[in-house]
């Protein structure tokens, strides 16, 4: 079987038109309808069928060229209409996450039918196709609504504000910009950004996270609004950090000092400046990190779902400099000194275990 998820990710700007172009996609189908039912006489025939045709459709996307494996299908879907039907279903959920290649208009002939994959599998991989429409969707239709500014898989955007302010957008970034009046604000709604202030000490320049919120008046730092652990490093100049909701200073940074907030926590450290934002050059910089944050980091950059199966995975620590433009080589470079390996069940979903 032919991977072509490797070569789907190495073309970045190509998972862009998911996320940032915004093209109405519709209502999500459920698999299964109240019209299905008289072909389905029980709940675990029809989550069994449904198993089935997913299980189908992985094989067939993995092999489009393989006539023998299609022939199989055939007969599958011969064998009931209701197989057919679900297969069809099957096929438009996918199309919802990704894109689906156009079926193939050569017959399709009756073969031996194959022995079915476990039922634990394919029940697995039903639930992280759902998993796949809830995550992909939802949060892009809200920022959509809400941004100016935003990026998809593996694209950066830089912007030039109307007060001269520079604002370099990292891949999977929102912001909503208001500069008006006495007031310089943007919201960084998702992601990260890279920002080079125009100094104007009468309009105090402020980036607000959800929890965050950094006061400037000229000066270049970068801000991360990572759930549960955003951050700000400073470049140049010196900012003010303050926790926005509960309206508390946090700390003053200078160049080379980090801000982390966790768990209600402010914690400073430093750092080479010039890494303050090693994304612009194409890096990741781990530090001693737990893999789970480093994937949080790496699901940015691609338009696959990543599934960690194991906490005591995510739990082992990482050193190390990985390749944002291959981020699927960086996400084995990651795994590689425990043993674990990223299987591709297609090129929207990516599965790491031992």
């Known amino acids: 079987m032919t991977d072509r998820s490797g070569d789907f990710l190495k073309n ?27 072909d389905m006489p029980t709940k675990d025939c029809a989550n069994t069928r449904r198993d089935e045709a997913l299980d189908w459709l992985m094989r067939v996307q993995q092999a489009p060229q ?10 599958w879907c011969s064998v009931d209409e209701a197989n057919a039907k679900a297969y069809r279903k099957a096929e438009r959920v996918w199309q919802l996450t990704g894109q689906l290649a156009p079926a193939s208009a050569a017959p399709l002939t009756p073969a031996p039918r194959p022995m079915a994959r476990p039922r634990r599998t394919r029940r697995w991989v039903a639930a992280a196709l759902a998993a796949c429409l809830v995550v992909a969707l939802a949060p892009s239709l809200l920022l959509r609504w ?14 030039t504000l109307s007060d001269g302010s520079v604002v370099q957008l990292d891949s999977h970034s929102a912001i909503a910009v208001d ?9 960084l709604l998702a992601g990260q950004a890279f920002f080079k202030v125009t100094p104007d000490k009468r309009k105090p320049f402020h980036v607000v996270t959800k929890t965050l919120r950094v006061t400037v008046t000229g000066t270049a730092f970068n801000v991360d609004a990572q759930p549960g652990n955003p951050s700000v490093a400073v470049q140049q100049g010196s900012v003010n950090v303050d926790d926005g909701p509960a309206n508390r200073p946090l700390a003053s940074l200078v160049p080379g000092q980090r801000l982390s ?22 890096q990741l910089i781990a530090d001693d990190l737990p893999i789970s944050e480093v994937l949080e980091q790496l699901r940015r950059y691609t338009p696959a779902i990543i599934v960690l199966r194991d906490a005591k ?7 190390g400099v990985y390749d944002l433009r291959k981020p699927q080589a960086a ?20 599965v790491l275990s031992w």
């Open 12 to 38: 970045r700007s190509a998972a862009a038109s998911f996320a940032v172009k915004g093209e109405s996609m519709g209502s999500c189908p459920p698999f299964f309808t109240c019209e299905d039912a008289a």
């Open 66 to 75: 393989d006539a023998d494996l299609r022939a199989q299908l055939a007969d």
């Open 146 to 159: 809400q941004a100016d500014y935003r990026t998809g898989a593996g694209e950066t955007l830089d912007i």
């Open 179 to 187: 500069l008006a009046g006495n007031h310089r604000d943007v919201r």
């Open 261 to 282: 907030y966790r768990a209600g926590r402010a914690e400073v450290s430093s750092f080479s400046p010039s890494q303050a934002a090693a994304w612009r050059q194409g």
């Open 313 to 319: 995975l995510g739990a082992q620590r990482v050193t």
């Open 331 to 350: 996400l084995q470079a990651v795994l590689q000194p425990y043993g674990a390996k990223v299987h591709a069940y297609s090129p929207w979903l990516l």
